[in-house]
């Protein structure tokens, strides 16, 4: 198995890898939050305060907007830097600064050996995709859903927009080599569009797909309203919000 390099790890930060010392007693396993009872600990003594609002829905939102940094942080390692990232459920931690104005967790992975293309990279990126959806944000998306009622659409969404920034983001950097930006292209089309859905744990079609559409004025909008909105003493909306928000109840 390999490893990542140092100045991998130090790039991945950027995407909050977890890279200090610490303690699993101040830190939360990611399979913890797959538990009913423990989601709404969170909700009640962490996120309430952080997102302003008690709404289930919203903070159910919020949680996954914030998780799905996860997701920008793999597909990252595996485009750049071919190397894959155990992200299972089970081999995950997260952290979060006491002083944190929102809750944005760093991600720790206890196992921390890496996975490298063999013969067939393909096979190995649907692995790494496999890993990473089924086996990890699928399984928060459904949880996060039946205990804050919010639909499973517009956590997906959640989902897409942070990968969908991420790879049109590294894509503009010019340090990259015209080979790994064409990997990273491919990689990208794959991921968003063309990805079976049985690799994101789900039946009918790629989750991402639907959110995936051309820019206007530099903005890609949202098809659902992610309910930031209503963490905001101004009911400030996110410059991708759709033209109507509907209040939960």
Same mark, same amino acid.
């Given at each position: 198995?390999?490893?990542?390099s140092?100045?991998?790890e130090?790039?991945?930060?950027?995407?909050?890898?977890?890279?200090?010392?610490?303690s699993?007693?101040?830190?939360?396993?990611?399979?913890?939050?797959?538990?009913?009872d423990?989601?709404?600990?969170?909700?009640?003594d962490?996120l309430q305060i952080?997102?302003?609002?008690?709404?289930?829905?919203?903070?159910?939102?919020?949680?996954?907007?914030?998780?799905?940094?996860?997701a920008?942080?793999?597909l990252?390692?595996?485009?750049?830097?071919n190397?894959?990232?155990?992200?299972?459920?089970?081999?995950?931690?997260?952290?979060t600064?006491?002083?944190?104005?929102?809750?944005?967790?760093?991600f720790?992975f206890?196992?921390?050996?890496?996975?490298t293309?063999?013969?067939?990279r393909?096979?190995?990126?649907?692995?790494v995709?496999?890993i #990473?959806?089924?086996?990890n944000? &699928?399984?928060?998306?459904?949880?996060? @859903?039946? !205990?804050?009622?919010? *639909?499973?659409v517009? %956590?997906?969404?959640?989902?897409?927009?942070?990968?969908?920034w991420?790879?049109?983001?590294?894509?503009?950097?010019?340090? #990259?080599s015209?080979?790994t930006? &064409?990997?990273?292209?491919?990689?990208? @089309?794959? !991921?968003?569009?063309? *990805?079976?859905?049985? %690799?994101?744990?789900?039946?009918?079609?790629?989750p991402?797909?639907?959110?995936f559409?051309?820019?206007?004025?530099?903005?890609?909008?949202?098809?659902?309203?992610?309910l930031?909105?209503?963490?905001?003493?101004?009911?400030?909306?996110?410059?991708?919000?759709p033209?109507e928000?509907?209040?939960p109840?």
């Amino acid at each position: 198995m390999a490893e990542l390099s140092r100045v991998e790890e130090k790039i991945l930060e950027k995407y909050r890898l977890c890279l200090k010392e610490i303690s699993p007693q101040v830190m939360v396993r990611g399979s913890e939050l797959l538990n009913k009872d423990r989601l709404i600990r969170l909700f009640n003594d962490n996120l309430q305060i952080k997102y302003n609002t008690d709404k289930q829905q919203v903070l159910g939102s919020m949680l996954v907007k914030s998780y799905a940094f996860l997701a920008a942080l793999v597909l990252y390692s595996m485009s750049v830097f071919n190397k894959g990232i155990n992200s299972s459920i089970d081999n995950l931690f997260l952290y979060t600064e006491e002083d944190d104005p929102f809750w944005l967790p760093s991600f720790h992975f206890v196992n921390s050996e890496v996975t490298t293309p063999a013969s067939n990279r393909n096979e190995w990126r649907d692995e790494v995709l496999e890993i #990473l959806f089924k086996q990890n944000i &699928a399984l928060m998306i459904t949880t996060i @859903s039946k !205990v804050s009622r919010v *639909a499973k659409v517009i %956590l997906w969404e959640n989902v897409a927009l942070y990968i969908f920034w991420m790879y049109e983001s590294t894509l503009e950097d010019k340090d #990259l080599s015209e080979e790994t930006k &064409a990997r990273i292209r491919d990689d990208f @089309s794959y !991921v968003v569009m063309e *990805a079976a859905p049985h %690799l994101f744990g789900v039946k009918a079609k790629n989750p991402l797909a639907p959110f995936f559409h051309e820019k206007h004025n530099d903005v890609r909008k949202r098809s659902t309203c992610c309910l930031f909105y209503l963490t905001s003493k101004n009911n400030d909306r996110c410059n991708t919000c759709p033209i109507e928000c509907i209040s939960p109840n």
